[in-house]
């Protein structure tokens, strides 16, 4: 009784990004014929340009390989493919792989700000298409984009989910679908910022539900789990582990940034 309620005072995040969008591309558009194009991280003129200017572009810290297979967390040196960390061993996650675009630096930390909290969801196409960049390897097969949930709460107050918003630019560039209400955060959780790992894991646990009624678009189905940042990953596992409870078959996690520990060493 009390999901129904909470239920049905929420409405979509499909709904809300995409009238959101709606609004701020007219709002963007107005802005661009008064104001000259800025720099998404410093709000620096870029002339003709759009993004990032060459100083921000600079300083962003792009992840390639040689990184995790498993964590996506890069490595020092090379020492070959398919290698684990010692953190992918030790402690293994509930989802398959992670990929993210960035390391989770000034840059990256401005322009996650900027689009979380300061009603830049026009920024969503350009984090996504680096999104798209780093996550191909997880495209193939793949069955659905799922968005990290927001707490009809959060939603209202915020009103955009920004997993939602990326989930949506990476389906109109991959053609993968996105499936905003398959996965619900069915309670709401305290900040994570601040919390140790073990404090972020009791957070959110049990805070994910795939409704019943959902179920079949999950079961046996492989998924993609989309989220702005990836901290210690207890946000990414309570997502997935409710995935899998529901009958996927495997979950991936693609973000557009990650926080990467100084040193990770390659076994």
Request: charged fraction near 20%; glycine fraction near 6%; include cysteine.
């Amino acid at each position: 009784m009390d999901e129904h309620i909470a239920a049905s005072k929420a409405e979509p995040n499909a709904l809300f990004t995409r009238a959101r969008a709606a609004v701020s591309a007219g709002l963007r558009f107005a802005r661009d014929v008064a104001l000259p194009p800025l720099c998404a991280s410093c709000r620096e003129p870029l002339g003709d340009g759009v993004g990032l200017c060459a100083e921000c572009w600079s300083k962003l810290s792009l992840i390639e390989p040689p990184y995790c297979a498993r964590l996506g967390t890069p490595f020092a040196y090379d020492a070959g493919s398919g290698l684990l960390s010692m953190e992918a061993i030790a402690d293994p996650p509930a989802y398959e792989r992670a990929r993210a675009a960035v390391r989770y630096d000034d840059i990256a930390r401005a322009l996650v700000q900027a689009y979380k909290y300061g009603d830049r969801l026009d920024l969503a196409p350009m984090l996504g298409r680096w999104m798209m960049r780093a996550g191909r390897e997880l495209f193939e097969g793949a069955d659905a984009f799922i968005p990290v949930p927001l707490h009809w709460r959060r939603l209202w107050a915020r009103r955009f989910n920004q997993s939602a918003a990326l989930a949506e630019t990476l389906s109109s560039l991959t053609g993968i679908p996105a499936r905003h209400d398959d996965l619900r955060r069915v309670r709401p959780t305290s900040q994570q910022v601040g919390l140790s790992k073990a404090a972020r894991a009791e957070n959110v646990q049990g805070a994910f539900r795939v409704p019943p009624a959902a179920r079949v678009n999950v079961a046996g189905r492989r998924l993609i789990l989309i989220d702005d940042v990836l901290t210690s990953g207890a946000t990414a596992n309570a997502c997935a582990n409710a995935l899998l409870r529901a009958g996927a078959t495997q979950v991936d996690v693609l973000v557009f940034a990650r926080v990467v520990a100084p040193h990770r060493t390659p076994i």
